[in-house]
């Protein structure tokens, strides 16, 4: 074999040696029939304006969506409280899925625990599974909190969570007065935002309306403080000091209401943390006495928002501000419910961003994209494309439904930018590599998943949406408000200049334009 202790190969140039060569072509020679030259035919006509309409016909198939289940939202929301485990009323394999795909992101260990149910507890339910598996999580893990979902097994079989609590606390799993706020998030209906809004309406619902039914519910005192509640974020670490940072410029009192950003972001120091930061059991209840509550992604919490306006406050949503304007709406919603004046700091922000695109919007003018990923954040980096001149022609959004794309289409018509612009709901990343077939695009956004989208169409990938695997640390910068603009405008000017490198790169043929100044 040509790996040994003295020759270790690194792993893409490993399948490259003879051997495996050799493995992989008696491999294809067993499972395939076809030729070379059969699989190329059918592959040049999934790339064609027929296969496209075909495409866009299917019904009942999903190919590749651009959305994860809903437990994996509920496990985001867990971690952003304060010393709180999530438990996932299901199997082990759902949960290592969820562990290891925040895990992937954000470079971090992501607790989790599982009520471990298997065959039997499918057939005769898993009150069983769940006395025992709060029991060891209270005792091996000593959280202050539980927050418990499910998934597909658990939904498909009608365990009442509710219920399972209550007796399972009867039995001395876990003290009467313990928090477990709970949610049912089936992982076959929704995607990863709808388990969000279910679980922090969960917890919620939990501390302001009596602890389901076992405490007295909280009372109201109006107050001048702000909510504010970021949705589900692949940039949360970034985003959430970029909130703080610009909350204490105005010197306002806040709370933030679900904040992962200390838990997915420790030290290497010797110290295990297994619970850092969060927002504490003491700041939702004082949350309910807020003036306003602050939300920026309007369809991660559709349900949430309205239980906060149902309890008296008044609910601000805004959608991912990205760039001048979304961050401009959110400063000015801050200003009108404090009447605190905009901070001069953020005015001069907001100064160096539009110089920064003038400087550079003549490379990215005309420049056409095609983008994928959740609502909201669509709709605020849609917007700041648009500002820079360049054009979201492809927008995609398989957890998209019929009022986000009457949304991004009034977007579209605000801007001469986006009169050849079209958004799909309910569309996946096949439906997606049809589009970038039949109507090219300069440059595709989206997350580790479109690197076969760009491998496949050539269309250059800027990695910018959750989960990113393949590269590093994206996630400690912001790309909300003026400082989260300039970082995703680098981010744009960087892909354009290193495509426009590689397209003039060949010495006495293509590089005429392999210039030192851009």
């Known amino acids: 074999m040509p790996q040994s202790a003295d020759k270790v190969i690194d792993h893409e140039n490993l399948f490259r040696e003879p051997e495996y060569q050799d493995m992989l072509a008696n491999k294809k020679a067993f499972e395939f029939n076809h030729s ?3 699989i190329q035919e059918i592959v040049q006509w999934t790339k064609t304006e027929d296969y496209k309409q075909k495409n866009f016909a299917r019904e009942g198939l999903t190919v590749n969506p651009a959305k994860a289940c809903q437990p994996l939202g509920a496990v985001y929301v867990a971690n952003g409280f304060h010393k709180t485990l999530s438990f996932v009323h299901g199997s082990q394999g759902c949960v290592a899925y969820y562990r290891s795909h925040f895990s992937r992101h954000f470079k971090e260990p992501t607790s989790c625990v599982s009520s471990s149910m ?10 069983n599974n769940m006395i025992d598996g709060l029991a060891n999580t209270y005792n091996l893990y000593q959280p202050d909190m539980i927050a418990v979902s499910t998934t597909c097994m658990a939904e498909v079989i009608g365990d009442d969570l509710n219920a399972f609590i209550k007796t399972a606390k009867e039995k001395g799993s876990v003290p009467q007065e313990f928090d477990v706020p709970f949610a049912h998030t089936p992982a ?39 909510n504010f509640i970021g949705g589900f974020d692949g940039f949360v670490v970034g985003n959430m000091k970029e909130i703080k940072r610009i909350m204490d410029l105005f010197g306002v009192e806040y709370n933030v209401i679900c ?39 309007e369809f991660s919490c559709e349900k949430t928002a309205k239980f906060i306006g149902e309890h008296g406050q008044e609910v601000v949503v805004l959608n991912s501000p990205i760039g ?18 905009i901070p001069a700091q953020l005015e001069k922000e907001r100064g160096l961003l539009v110089d920064a695109m003038a400087d550079s919007q003549a490379h990215l003018h005309g420049k056409r994209y095609a983008l994928y990923g959740d609502p909201d954040f669509l709709l605020g980096l849609s917007e700041f494309l648009l500002e820079l001149g360049a054009e979201p022609a492809h927008v995609v ?21 986006g009169a050849a612009c079209k958004a799909y709901p309910k569309r996946d990343l096949w439906h997606l590599r049809s589009l970038l077939f039949t109507e090219p695009v300069d440059f595709l956004i989206g997350n580790t998943y479109g690197k076969y989208l760009e491998r496949d169409t050539g269309t250059p990938l800027i990695r910018m949406v959750f989960p990113i695997f393949d590269r590093h640390h994206y ?21 354009y200049f290193e495509t426009l490198d590689a397209n003039t790169i060949v010495a006495g043929k293509t590089d005429y334009s392999y210039d030192i100044i851009r």
């Open 324 to 341: 001048v304007a979304g961050t401009d709406r959110f400063l000015m919603e801050i200003s009108r419910i404090t009447g605190k004046p």
């Open 118 to 127: 298997t065959e039997d507890a499918a057939v005769f339910g898993g009150l």
């Open 259 to 297: 904040d992962p950003s200390e838990v997915w972001n420790t030290p290497t120091d010797g110290e295990f943390r297994m619970y850092e930061g969060g927002t504490t059991k003491e700041t939702v209840e004082r949350a309910l006495n807020a003036k306003a509550t602050i939300i920026f992604q």
């Open 397 to 417: 959004a398989t957890n998209g439904e019929k009022d986000w794309e009457a949304k991004m289409n009034t977007l579209f018509a605000s801007s001469q930018y």
């Open 475 to 495: 996630h400690v910068r912001p790309i909300w408000g003026y400082e989260g603009g300039m970082r995703v405008l680098v981010d744009l000017l960087d892909e």
């Open 188 to 226: 076959f209906v929704g995607s990863h935002i709808t388990g969000y809004d279910n679980a922090l309406l969960g917890v919620l619902k939990h501390f302001w309306d009596g602890k389901a039914d076992t405490a007295p519910k909280l009372t109201r005192v109006p107050g001048e403080a702000i």
């Open 36 to 38: 070379d030259a059969k």
